[in-house]
């Protein structure tokens, strides 16, 4: 089976986020929905060395 990870900002899951029924089963299907449309917005990550520099200045 061919498996992809996914990471986004669920704020950005509007129709998740916003929905009046929230519970795993809903929120769940409509994602494998929104995965088989679309691909869901992106989420920046910062390299490793960047957020070590950014330690050293905190």
Known sequence: MGFSENLAVPSKFSLIFMAA???????????AKILGI???PDVHLHSREYDDLRSLVR
């Open 21 to 31: 029924k929230k519970n795993d089963k809903e929120d769940s299907s409509k994602i």
């Open 38 to 40: 679309k691909k869901p």
